[in-house]
């Protein structure tokens, strides 16, 4: 875990937001859903508190699903799944790949810090919905 953050209102609402609607939402979503809470929030304010959760470790961000980052309240190691129809986001136990094995780049000098992996396919709202 990161640094302890300054209690900070809007912070607060941005991450209970975030709390609320977990469904990976964007910061355009967040920054819709805290104006609900807050009309004075900008854009802006809830992009630097957004990363600040992020460098704190409070919440995690996800990059490569698509074109945009999307923000998880779910900090516990875990995959995504990511709807081609409808474009949801689920998430996915980390056990479901039981061994990586990140043995070869380790033996090629290359240290891994991180992975993101991502499964894409049907959701079943979609598949039932065909
Ligand atoms: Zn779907
Ligand atoms: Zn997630």
New binding site residues.
């Given amino acids: 875990m990161g640094r302890i953050l300054k209690y900070s209102k809007q912070r607060d609402l941005v991450l209970k937001t975030l709390q609320e609607n977990v469904v990976?939402p964007t910061a355009d979503f967040v920054y819709a859903k805290a104006k609900e809470h807050n009309p004075n929030i900008s854009l802006a304010t809830v992009y630097r508190n957004l990363n600040q959760l992020v460098e704190s470790g409070d919440i995690?961000k996800?990059n490569g699903l698509d074109n945009m980052a999307h923000f998880?309240h779910?900090t516990h190691k875990?995959f995504?799944f990511i709807c081609t129809k409808c474009g949801k986001?689920f998430?996915m136990p980390y056990d479901i790949v039981p061994e990586l094995n990140t043995k070869p780049a380790e033996q090629k000098g290359l240290i891994i810090e991180s992975y993101d992996i991502s499964f894409h396919g049907i959701c079943p709202d979609c598949r039932d919905n065909h």
Avoid: A, Q
Wanted: aromatic share 0%.
């Fill in positions: 990976h995690k996800i998880d779910n875990h995504h986001i998430d």
